[in-house]
C-alpha cells in the first residue's frame, strides 16, 4: 500500500478536533436500482449476517438481491419526503445541531461531519473531510444507543478500514455505547410524557428494538440486555408499574429464531386480546427511519387496526429534538476531556504558518 502526501501529516493545517457522528445508512433513492446497491453493501457486512460467506454469498446474490430490492423500493417510498431519506435529513440536522452547540462549548476549533456505514455519504468520505479540515483529534459517535456487534462494531470496522490507509492517524477516541446515561433515559421519558400530554395514555407502552439472531445473543452479544436495561430505566423514570409496558423485537429476516417476542406478533396479540390503544417507541433509534416510520407507524398499525385494535399511536424517534442534541452535546464533552479544546494541555497545538517556514526550510513542500 502507498500511502499519499494527503493522507499524512500537513505543516499548514490548524489543528483541531474532528467528530463524526455516525448512523446506519439509507439509499441515495426509493427505486429498485438503488436499494439493490444499498443492500448489496448492507448484507454483505460479515457483522450483519454472521453466516460462513461463500454461503451467505451464493444466497445474497441469487436470491436476495433478486428479489429484496423491489419490495424494499416500495416500502421506502412510502416515507419518501421531497428532500430525500428523513434518516438523511434527520441525521444533516443533527450534525449540524452538534456542531453549533460544540462550537459554543470548545475552547478551539472543531469540525463536525455525518457518515454513514451504508450508502452516502460514506464513513471514509466523512473521516476525509475532517482530515482535511486538519481534525488531528477524533472522536467517533455511533448514533447507536446500544451496542450490537452489527451496528457499533461494524462502524468501528469501517473506521479502522478508512484509517489504515492513512500514513498519520489521529488520536481516537470511539463512543460505544449509552444506553443507560441518565440524560438519554429522561430525553426518552419526555418524548414519551409529551406524547401522553397531547394524545392521552394508551393501555400498554410498547418499547421495540430491532431484532438481531438469538445466536448474537447466545455467542455474547450485549444487546439485548441493554435493551431491556433502557426499557426498565425509562419505564421506571415514567413511575410505569410492570403490566403497563413490555419489550419486543422487531425487523426479522430469513427462517431462523431472532430475539424474542416478536414486534409484529406481539401487536397482533394485544388486539386479538381486546387492548383498544397501544403506544409504541423506538427506542433504540436516535432518527426516524423504513423501521420506524413504515414498519412500525404504518405496517403494524395496520396490524393493530385490523385484529380488532383502534389506534396505534407511534411516538416519534429522539430526532433533532434540542434535549436530545445537548444530551449527545454532553457526551461528546465528556469524551474530549484532557484534549486542549477542552481545557487540556495545550499538546499538538502550533503556528501553522511558523511551522510551514520550518518544514520548506528542510525541503518539504506540504
Wanted: proline share 6%; with cysteine; charged share 30%.
Amino acid at each position: 500500500m502507498r500511502y499519499t502526501a494527503k493522507q499524512g501529516f500537513r505543516h499548514d493545517d490548524t489543528p483541531r478536533l474532528g467528530v463524526l457522528v455516525a448512523n446506519l445508512g439509507t439509499p441515495d433513492a426509493p427505486d429498485t436500482p438503488s436499494l439493490r446497491r444499498y443492500l448489496a453493501q448492507f448484507l454483505s457486512d460479515p457483522r450483519v449476517i454472521e453466516l460462513p460467506r461463500l454461503y451467505w454469498r451464493a444466497i445474497l446474490h441469487g436470491i436476495v438481491l433478486r428479489t429484496r430490492p423491489k419490495k424494499s423500493a416500495a416500502a421506502y417510498r412510502e416515507v419518501w419526503t421531497d428532500d430525500g431519506s428523513p434518516l438523511l435529513i434527520t441525521g444533516r440536522a443533527q450534525t449540524k445541531g452538534i456542531g453549533e452547540r460544540l462550537a459554543q462549548r470548545l475552547e478551539g476549533p472543531v469540525a463536525v461531519e455525518l457518515g454513514m456505514r451504508y450508502g452516502s455519504p460514506s464513513m471514509a468520505e466523512a473521516l476525509q473531510t475532517l482530515r482535511d479540515a486538519g481534525a488531528e483529534r477524533l472522536v467517533v459517535l455511533p448514533l447507536y444507543p446500544q451496542y450490537s456487534g452489527s451496528t457499533t462494531a461494524s462502524t468501528f470496522d469501517a473506521l479502522a478500514d478508512e484509517l489504515k490507509q492513512w500514513r498519520w492517524i489521529p488520536e481516537l477516541r470511539f463512543i460505544g455505547q449509552y444506553h443507560d446515561d441518565a440524560r438519554y433515559i429522561r430525553c426518552l421519558a419526555n418524548s414519551i410524557r409529551e406524547h401522553w400530554e397531547q394524545h392521552g395514555m394508551g393501555e400498554k407502552l410498547l418499547f421495540t428494538f430491532h431484532g438481531t439472531p438469538k445466536r448474537y445473543l447466545l455467542d455474547g452479544d450485549p444487546y439485548h440486555c441493554q435493551c431491556h436495561k433502557t426499557a426498565r430505566l425509562v419505564a421506571e423514570e415514567l413511575e410505569l408499574p410492570d403490566d403497563r409496558w413490555m419489550v419486543s423485537f422487531q425487523s426479522r429476516f430469513g427462517n431462523e429464531e431472532w430475539l424474542k417476542p416478536y414486534t409484529d406478533e406481539t401487536v397482533i396479540d394485544f388486539a386479538k386480546g381486546g387492548m383498544k390503544t397501544l403506544d409504541v417507541i423506538c427506542a433504540g433509534f436516535s432518527a426516524d427511519c423504513l423501521e420506524t416510520l413504515e414498519e412500525i407507524e404504518g405496517e403494524n398499525a395496520e396490524y393493530f387496526e385490523e385484529n380488532g385494535g383502534e389506534e396505534l399511536r407511534y411516538i416519534r424517534c429522539l430526532n433533532d429534538r434540542s434535549d436530545h442534541l445537548d444530551m449527545l452535546t454532553e457526551l461528546l464533552m465528556e469524551h474530549v476531556q484532557g484534549w486542549p479544546e477542552a481545557g487540556g494541555p495545550p499538546r499538538g497545538l502550533r503556528d501553522p504558518d511558523a511551522t510551514m517556514e520550518r518544514a520548506k526550510a528542510l525541503g518539504s513542500e506540504v
